[in-house]
């Protein structure tokens, strides 16, 4: 005889209190969006990829931003009295000043043989760095003899040659115009070799390819790839002359801005010392500002971040 066992009543309490299990899989959340956030979505994605990278758009007038922002700090420090006018007259002071510097002449005065010497010791050092940066980015025996001089010359700084520049040639314009030119030349040559030596070597073998003459050579391709590096050597050419001319003009000169505030340094007064501070400012401001509309006009065919 057999005896039948009960499955449910075989079940252990613990068994029986668990739920039975169901043959259907649980349904399976769905991971798209809802309607209508991913299209929002997307659109704030494309926004974001259309954004423009670069610095903007430019800004009217926003070379002038600065110098007039630091105006106003130095007008707002005089006003407070944080600024003391015995160490830096107020800006209102150095217009008076300059007022009656023009009344009796010596400002003008000052002015033109400044400007003389800046110009004539940068036309003499934009020429020599020009034709020594050709010579060496065209020639490997160039570069062998040029180029070391000219580093060690710009490891010197122009203050430190003035006595020896004095013994050789006094106290006179020569110097002046000498030292001018020892300090412009350097800045030319480094960035017009530079922008020699960058040309492209497939330019190069064009113009070999169609038998150009070493003339027509410089002309149309070494003249036109080098241009870029001589105007941004020339930026700082127009910035080392006005500081050479500070130098020169403040050690036994007898005219000039620097004369006017040596003269000034002597008597104390701190007015003309910063009227002759605020005309270099001006003057290299103007130099640069200067050179960089040629260099936009000059190099119109570049598209770049400036534009």
Known sequence: MTTQVNPVAARTPAQTAQPAPTARPERVESSRPARGTGTSAGRRSGTRRRRRLGPGRPIPFGAALGPLLLLALWSLGSLTGVLDERTLSAPWTVVSTSGDLIASGRLQESLLISTQRAGLGLAFG??????????????????????????????????????????????DEQMKIVTITLGVFVPVYIHTHNGLR????????????LR?????????????????????????????????????EQINSTSGIGYLMELARQYGQTDIIVVGLVLYGILGLLSDGAVRLVQRRALSWRRTLAD
């Open 212 to 248: 150009l003459s070493p003339g027509q050579f410089l002309r149309r391709v070494v003249l036109p790839g080098a241009l870029p590096g001589f105007l941004l050597g020339l930026r700082f050419a127009v910035v080392s002359a006005w500081l050479s001319l500070v130098v020169v």
């Open 126 to 171: 934009v020429l020599i760095g020009t034709v020594l940066a050709v010579i060496a980015g065209l020639s490997r025996w160039g570069e062998a003899v040029i180029d070391g001089p000219v580093q060690i010359k710009r490891a010197i700084p122009a203050l430190a040659l003035l006595p020896l520049l004095i013994l050789w040639l006094g106290i």
């Open 198 to 209: 960058s040309i492209d070597q497939r330019y190069v073998e064009l113009a070999e390819a």
